[in-house]
């Protein structure tokens, strides 16, 4: 195993922690991994905590989620960063859960582990054409833009076509019709991947349709991101006057939601995607149905269909529809819901909901605990939460004291990653790759110019 900085590293792992520390591990290191990190090692002043991620940079969704027009959003890293410059704290990028390391051998290794690995695969809408060209989930796209190691060969088709269609109406989606619609030159000074943004210039993309099932009440996206597509310069925007109509139900649905925003192509659910005559096997137009609100209970309404069909042509189509959580060997989840049962961050043997039923020393945060909602800041109360049932189970010695059942922790991690020649990127790593995407960046007038291959990133972390 190769461990960029090994002996400082392991220098610091062994020699300045007390003898027997609470051992936690955190899969994940986006804002619920890093939240609860800080969290634990401010409640728990003798714990030693590892982050570790399958990716060779930290950060999560700050880094591959957040749009590069949204730098305010990724001041969070500086405190991230803090947390993993603690003394007892240490981030491992480049293991994978799964195949690296198994979540059985994590269990053993550590008295805590915490899941916070978020969702990293899509909802489906299981409808015919599904698989054609030319249509991709949102995520892909996102991480397209965003420079994301495992995005950078997605290659949308920007060129043949005029008219893009986006499915869904929360933020994801506003973010990606603002990227196709803004002006390069604006995004020319962001942390956008230099292969994104040469599609882009080079884009015949000029209509972009917000396709959402409901009406402007419903919609799940804030205000802000309204605001931010409404602002582009030189955009038009179209929204017919009958779909922004607010019924009495609609009335009663802000005691329980809240005003949401108006998007393009209300009151319609995608049925099929259509075939293009002309080229086999690539996208040509989705076929839409009219939907209605039906009330089905008190503050709660459903999209039914009208039998009122539509085609809108297109060449591109973007399915914001929602991530998805993926479970791994040994974990309990529910592929319904797309999360790991639990109770206040305690992950359950299984979906009946039984409180007695824990996996002792097993937690889930995030994304994998509550499913793909919320901001940034969400992430902070959700690790909140699960912190104080770990700090609870100790103190009810549902937990082994580290005194009774010692744990090798990351010495024993590191061990195993030797013997099985994985390469560990440490922070100290993860910094060289930093400075380098920043003096790449300032060659060319942005704040960096991302890495977008593995070869390049683990490169540049023995450097």
Known sequence: MAIFGARKFLSRTFSTLSPEPLRVCIVG???AGFYTAEKMLKTHQGSQVDIIDRLPTPYGLVRSGVAPDHPETKNVINQFSRVAQNGRCSFLGNITLGSSVSLAELRELYHVVVLAYGAESDRVLGIPGEDLQGVHSAREFVWWYNGHP?????DPDLKSTDTAVILGQGNVAFDVARILLQPTSELATTDIASHALTA???SSIRKVYLIGRRGPVQAACTAKELREVLGIRDLYIHIKEADLKITPADEDFFGVGGWGCCILGLWLSNERFLE???NKGYVSAVHLEKTALKGVGPGKQIAMGTGQFEDLACGIVLKSIGYKSVPVDGLPFDNQKGV????KGRVLSDNSGDPTLLENGLYVCGWLKRGPTGIIGTNLYCADETVASVSEDLEQGVLAS????????????LQILDDRNIRVVPFSAWEKIDEEEKRLGSLINKPREKLT?????LKAATE
């Open 402 to 413: 580290t005194t009774s059942l010692p744990k090798p922790g990351r010495g024993g991690l």
């Open 340 to 343: 790991v049962p639990n109770i």
């Open 29 to 31: 290191s986006g804002p």
């Open 150 to 154: 495992d995005g950078a060969n997605l």
């Open 200 to 202: 882009l210039e080079q």
């Open 453 to 457: 291959k593995w070869d390049d990133l």
């Open 276 to 278: 293009s005559y002309g």
